[in-house]
């Protein structure tokens, strides 16, 4: 059981204030009763390569292990959704053609998950409105504390306008069902969320039973793979990511947040059938 939405009032007044209609053509032309799903990036916290280059020594050539921060935009007939704002969404939302956000969906408050928060200022301004967040509340009051600026009376005008909300139980927004997802970054509960029939967790070493459950029947899902060795103690390894999809028994897997030392091309020819890596600006439809 969950709620209709969250439980925030003036969230819900944001959303009931929201245009129904589909997107705008432009943006929809492809999505009949489905979604579409676009990797704005697949990259670790550091991204790929790391500045400096000190991480993969010599470039493999190949476009798809360059690697931008990990969020994810999808789109359906009535919903444009952000799944993180890291410190390149600037570019990601230019590569891509993103050019409306309905919902911004915050995983945890690590830079390379909200590093972008002040580029949503050209959407607050276009879509003349707040854009609704949903996320932990870790993240609120992380956010809150470390952006205080956008938050304070009498704030400077032209900021960023966002309304952060902490829903944990499933919620309807418009033409989508969306779970948050509980799972363990380390010692840090963070959020991953279905969407429908889309499973997006990403920053985790530990995903719970119960969450399981709560991904049973989906489509597709998106996990994090940081790397091949050795363990680390918030991420999953491409093995233990491997193994977590095959228990979910998910028949399309896409593994995100890889560190340099993966190569696209190498490692998708040892990936079990109906597995295999993402890349950046790639898009799939459920």
Not at 91 to 101: C, K, P
Request: proline residues 7%.
């Amino acid at each position: 059981m969950g709620s209709t939405l969250p439980e925030s009032h003036q969230f819900k007044e944001i959303l009931e204030k929201s245009p129904k209609k589909p997107l705008p053509a432009s943006l929809n032309q492809e999505i009949v009763d489905g979604m579409k799903v676009t990797f704005l990036g697949t990259g670790t916290s550091m991204g790929v390569p790391v500045a400096g280059g000190f991480g993969r020594e010599v470039p493999t050539g190949d476009f798809r292990d360059d690697r931008m921060r990990s969020s994810i935009w999808v789109q359906t007939r009535q919903s444009s959704i952000l799944v993180d704002v890291g410190p390149e969404f600037r570019l990601q939302s230019i590569r891509a053609g993103l050019r409306r956000i309905d919902l911004l969906l915050i995983t945890h408050e690590h830079f390379d998950h909200i590093g972008g928060l002040d580029d949503l200022r050209p959407f607050n301004y276009m879509q003349k409105a707040s854009i609704p967040v949903v996320t932990t509340p870790s993240c609120k009051e992380s956010i809150e504390r470390r952006y205080d600026y956008i938050f304070e009376p009498g704030k400077t005008p032209g900021s960023v306008d966002i309304d952060i909300n902490t829903e944990s139980t499933p919620f309807n927004f418009r033409d989508c069902r969306i779970t948050p997802l509980p799972v363990m970054h380390g010692d840090l509960m963070v959020y991953g969320f279905r969407i429908n029939d889309l499973a997006y967790i990403n920053d985790t070493n530990f995903i719970p039973e119960s969450t399981l459950e709560l991904i049973k029947g989906c489509k597709v899902l998106i996990l994090d793979a940081l790397r091949w060795e050795p363990t680390h103690p918030t991420h999953f390894t491409v093995s233990e990511s491997v193994e977590i999809a095959r228990k979910t028994g998910i028949p399309e897997v896409y593994f995100i947040h890889m560190s340099s030392y993966v190569h696209h091309a190498e490692t998708n020819k040892r990936l079990p059938d109906g597995m295999k890596l993402a890349f950046d600006q790639q898009v799939i439809y459920l």
